[in-house]
């Protein structure tokens, strides 16, 4: 028995499962997943679990990872209303949560966590394009435009709250001793990372730098 409630970070990684399972089959080439298990993890499952988190619709540092939740459902069935939903989650995250230079509302600790625990909706939709004659339901929902090839790390806001992680960096590359941020607290590095991947330059030697390697020698 689950001894914890369901939460959308549980439902994210169970939506993964099923995305990397739905179509395997046996050694005969038989689906591992009859009709009635996929139409039962589907529909009372992922589409349910998924239907009922929307309900929270919270910018906190933990609401967020209901847009994470809702941008894979979304993607994973095509429902590309609700991918949209996602996305307008976000950016009134970013909008109402950040500052105008990126720097987050509360403590550097919790800007951390923040971004934490929406950082998967940004790699899942990186490139993301609405489906040919999709007319969003709601003409409020981020632009009145299609979305085309969307790139949340080039430019944008999350740009600026990735890149504040690290310009907020005091002497000895930690972060601000503030509120309830300890003063040993070192970098983030899965932000340094995302920088390095996404925009390399000056980012991919700031990673060497931190993690005291080349990436040739402790991955890339």
Request: charged share 25%; net charge negative; hydrophobic share 35%.
């Amino acid at each position: 028995a689950m001894k914890t409630p369901i939460n959308p970070r549980t439902l994210l990684s169970l939506a993964i499962a099923y995305d990397l399972v739905r179509e395997a089959t046996d050694a005969k080439g038989r689906p591992l997943l009859d009709e009635a298990t996929d139409r039962r993890i589907v529909n009372d499952l992922l589409q349910a679990g998924c239907t009922d988190m929307e309900h929270w619709d919270s910018l906190s540092n933990k609401g967020t990872a209901v847009f994470v939740l809702s941008a894979a459902i979304g993607m994973l069935f095509e429902e590309p209303d609700r991918v949209r939903s996602s996305l307008d989650g976000f950016e009134r995250m970013l909008d109402k949560r950040y500052h105008f230079d990126g720097h987050y509302s509360e403590s550097p600790g919790y800007a951390a966590h923040n971004l934490h625990n929406v950082s998967e909706l940004p790699d899942l939709l990186n490139g993301y394009t609405d489906p040919p004659g999709y007319q969003p339901a709601d003409e409020a929902w981020l632009s009145t435009g299609r979305i085309e090839n969307y790139n949340p790390f080039a430019t944008g806001r999350y740009n600026l709250a990735l890149q504040a992680m690290v310009r907020m960096l005091v002497p000895g590359n930690r972060l601000p001793n503030l509120g309830d941020t300890v003063f040993d607290t070192g970098p983030t590095m899965p932000v340094v990372e995302t920088l390095a991947d996404r925009l390399g330059g000056r980012y991919a030697a700031l990673l060497e730098l931190l993690q005291g390697a080349p990436l040739s020698e402790k991955g890339s």
